[in-house]
């Protein structure tokens, strides 16, 4: 019986335990310094809504833990030292371990704005970030306008979190359309539209200058990229994130991005893994990222370590991409690979609704005409589906003809299949 | 800059509070026709009846749509659950309570104390009377207090109906399921029964039948006075009678084998009817621990095992006695129901006894015992009493099950419990329909791949209770005996993961260690112990 431990009890370091106990005997750690239990992070948004109680998020319940015997650690680890097994705390306690998995996240982006660190400016990443917001934004009287940085996906999320109470909000989005660095044009519009729709005030292709503060230290106005001074109460930084590794900084284990590991998982030093947000691939699958920040592949990864813990060596091999957000009230989902402009041996198929905020694309491949990616919004696709037609690389004419068997909206939903088929037909449409 | 700013510690939440015009509008005019009603129970005698009834009911019907017409037009169709859980009327704060109590309290009224009501046996008084005009009108006959509480009864599906649609009105399914319900009530519930009083006369006299209220949910069916009406009433009695056999034994099954029991609970039943739309705002109160699972799936059998024991005891009380009218005698009742029982306890054994879970299995024995153990005692015994007498069994029934169960807690603490505390815990004909979803359909809600992003939505807007999410983030099926197909988890996920579904048998229970999107290439060890509940 080996001790595996186990830092971080996000979603990849609890995936991990859950299955090494489902394999093993072995016993477990999981170290947090953020809350007692695993709860959804992407889930924090609906407790300031109103929609759930923190409570709500926990995936488990407490009991589950104990029942399983994994152990819960609160506490935040200031060193880890190899060479001795050994884990330091803050409190200066220590913990030995045979193995350990670095599960450790990330931490919100600040790119040295002035004025970053002042009160009432902050990201939204942790349990505490959610606390904080609702001390420094909790209703429209006590925040007259709030400043969001940053045209991701966790900025739109706080734009439609604020907006729940009434709060005035400024999103500032560095590019010319919003996530128009992942979505297509047609889609990143459409997005555009809604966000103001929902009484955002949109400002595209700008940027944060500076946050200025009043006597007390507390932000009172931006300054964008434009000179503009926006008063505001509230600022939001949400300008991406980027692993949580500072602690690990001398510890002798290689950091790059983050802390680096092969298709292993494995770190440089023997008995040492890391995954979820917080690992770097040395040699990224196909065409993903070195650091892939998503639920899915923290989950993934947090199978596949474990499975290698228990004595069945595996490498991490994602299938096809996945991902889903939502936009206020805009569903957004993405199978395969389909880039903001087709590359040069790519054609695009885009359909989209005439009055309803609903549309398919369809990336595929110029020659063989196989489809490479699919992206939906406001039209739910069936991933199994989908993931099959990838693999077969089934032809651009097979999934139009055969659409309707990749819907997984509703019941009675209209359906589209028959549109997207007529547009299909008319060759204007392809980009 | 004004420093005596408090920002306020507490995580508690503050939504905006401001009403639309509207919503003012609403709450006025909502107010206006209430206040009618108070007042008559107040024993204020309105002159024009037919006038203030009418006032009233429309009054209190256009409040509710323009408040909600207030509420959720001013934005964009989607999902609006924002400050539920801030708001003290849906999280159980102190008007909560209020409302509760005061729901809890007209219940009590309506049942055991129907005088205060003005219930009056030569002249009805106060509220009672207010409804005398309507009901003259439909049935022929002055008020009762049960035409008092089916007339507010469907009033409040209507107006809240009418309130849901335009919560949900970007979602057809809801907006046909809530059609639905909206139509059985009115229909089946209200005008029908009034108008089929209508006919009955000294001669021909039909029992007070909502035709969708089926045994065992209608547990005084087969009493003897209905049974006498309606044998006595000549063919359509005797079609009634055997609709009313028919609809549990034969049209149940078909309809619950093809679409799963929410045929009955989320699209035509009134109780369901209720809490899909008043009961609405208070979904998400259900319990949603492991423990509440365990208490229901006792409780709801046992509620079951009292109702198939108390209605066998009644009819069993008066066969034979007139052998002109009634063919079956009491031996072979007892044998049929018994068989019956035996048969349907068999069929599970022979083909699904690996899917059901050990302490299931182990009810099922129990109760299968114990209906058989009684028949048989009685039947061997001569003895011409159950345990208990059947007037007794049959009005312990009514008292426990039917009023207090089903009225006072069931409906008094929607907001405390959440609106399908009696749906889950209570109804027998609930019980029946989950068992028969659980093992013998082809609904299944269907979990999208690996796009689960564990938030908890669907989990807590359940209203049933069920942790749909330990299912979904698994990549598994949820097949469950006490889903009712509301379709709210698949309406409330935000990455469109759940999706409600009639399909084969095949796969429709399955179990998934990797979810999609991993090739993993799984241990073949056998020693997985499984944490998962
Ligand atoms: C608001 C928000 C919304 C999101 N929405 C989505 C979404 O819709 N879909 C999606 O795919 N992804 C989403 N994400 C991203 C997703 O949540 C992350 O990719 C995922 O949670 C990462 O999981 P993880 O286990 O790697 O790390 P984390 O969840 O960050 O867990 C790491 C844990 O380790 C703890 N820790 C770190 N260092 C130490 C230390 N030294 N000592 C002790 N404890 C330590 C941290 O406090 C933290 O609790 C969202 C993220 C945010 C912030
Ligand atoms: S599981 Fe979904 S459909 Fe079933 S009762 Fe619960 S919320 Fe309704
Ligand atoms: S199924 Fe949907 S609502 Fe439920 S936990 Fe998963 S993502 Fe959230």
Redesign the pocket.
Known sequence: MKHIAI?????????AARHIRKWSDHKITV?????EYFF??????YVYMGHQKFEHTQPYENWFWEKNRIELKK????KVVPKENK?V??DHSTLNYDELI???????NKFGWPGQDLERVQ?????Q?LELLETNAPNNKLCKRAIIVGGG??GI??AEMLRTRDIPVTFLVREDSFWNNVLPDDESETINKHIRKHHVDLRLSTELKEIKADENGRARAVITSEDEEIPCDFVGLTAG?SP?????KNSGIELGKGVKVNRYLETNIPGIYA?????EQTEPTGLRRPV????????M??ETVAQTLCGNKMAYQPGHWF????FFDIEYQTYGWVWPKPKDDELHFYWEHSTEEKCIRIAYHKNSRAILGINSLGIRICHEVIDRWLSEEKSIDFVIENFHQANFDPEFYKQHHKAIKNSYKQPLQTV | MNTSIQHNMSLSGEPPVALSTWQKIGVLVGMFGLGILLLAIFNVNFPNKTLWLTVSLISITLGISLFSYGLYTSQPAGIKNDGVWLKPMTSKGLIAWITGIAITGFYIVLYFYPQYLGLNTDKNTGLVALFDPLSRFLNGNPASQWFVYGTLYTVAILAFGIKFLWKYRNNRYEVLRTFSVMFFQLSFAFIIPELMARMNSDSFSLPYYDLKNIWPLNYYNFDQYRVDDFISSGNIGIALLIFGVASILIITPILTYKYGKRWYCSWVCGCGGLAETAGDPFRHLSDKRLSAWKLERWMVHIVLVFSVLMTTAVVHSYLSYDADKYWLNKDTFLIGVAVLIGLLFAVIWIFKRHELEKDARYGAIGFTAIILGLISIHYFSGNNIFIFGPETLRSTYAFLIGSIFAGVVGTGFYPIFGSRVWCRFGCPMAAILGLQQRLFSKFRITTNGGQC?S?GNCSTYCEMGIDVRAYAQRGENIVRASCVGCGICSAVC??GVLKLENGPQKGRINTKEVLLGNDVDLLSLSSSSDTEK
Request: charged fraction near 15%.
């Open positions: 830092i971080g009890n996000g979603i990849s370091g609890i995936t170290i947090s310094a953020e809350s959804s992070r992407t889930a924090l948004m506490g935040y680890v200031s884990l705390f803050s670095i599960a450790s996240g990330s931490k919100p990201g939204l990443y942790s349990k970030d996906l966790i999320e706080l994130v949580n590794i500072d602690f690990l995954i979820g947000d917080c690992a892939e920040a998503v639920w899915y592949t923290g989950r990864m947090g991902n889903s957000a939502k | 992003i938030c935000p990455r």
